[in-house]
């Protein structure tokens, strides 16, 4: 009885860690990019936009490289290029968003487009760094596009609360953890 509780262990903590450590990232992200923004005059000024898209990104990207660090040999290439792609994918959601609602008043389609613009903007750049290393890491775009969609079907208010982070980190953690997990086993294949 406890060999099997601890098989069962081993096997759920992966992806219980995958899920925490996404979903921490989400909130924390937030809190501590609102945070940066705030200090520089806050929003919708671009600066403040930016630094809380660096912030944001690098905080997420900082805390989801635990999860594939077995696969992703550069660590401060995952976290830079995340952070910066999402400093210019936080100002450029928030600028589709805009348009929809000033221009068309089409809110809910703004709101979708920003959170796809933010998935694809942190997503693609991880892409990028995953695809020599990871088979199938095209579907980690899908899934961080997904995490973020997930998320904000969640949102109740105007800031990012724990429900809104388990939702993100659901998906991309558990599509973190299946990509990486994935490749170790095509890799062990590989050996034999």
Do not use: N
């Not at 939702?167 to 062990?188: F, I, K, N």
Request: proline residues 3%.
């Amino acid at each position: 009885m406890v060999k099997l509780r601890l098989i069962t262990w081993t096997k759920i903590k992966p992806w219980l860690v995958g899920v925490l450590l996404s979903a921490a990232a989400m909130f924390l992200g937030y809190e501590f990019g609102s945070e940066t923004a705030r200090l520089l005059g806050g929003e919708p000024g671009i600066w403040a936009r930016v630094s809380k898209g660096i912030v944001w990104g690098g905080v997420i990207a900082g805390m989801q490289w635990f999860i594939v660090r077995t696969v992703v040999l550069h660590p401060t290439r995952f976290i830079v290029a995340s952070a910066v792609c999402f400093a210019v994918g936080y100002p450029l959601g928030q600028t589709i968003q805009a348009i929809f609602v000033h221009h068309w008043s089409l809110h809910l389609t703004g709101f979708w487009s920003a959170l796809a613009t933010f998935g694809l903007c942190l997503g693609l750049p991880q892409w990028w760094i995953f695809r020599r290393q990871m088979q199938r890491a095209s579907l980690w775009i899908l899934f961080s596009v997904a995490g973020w969609m997930l998320s904000g079907a969640a949102w109740t208010g105007p800031r990012v609360d724990v429900l809104d982070s388990v939702m993100y980190g659901m998906m991309a953690g558990l599509g973190l953890v299946w990509l990486a997990r994935s490749q170790r086993s095509v890799s062990a294949v590989d050996r034999s």
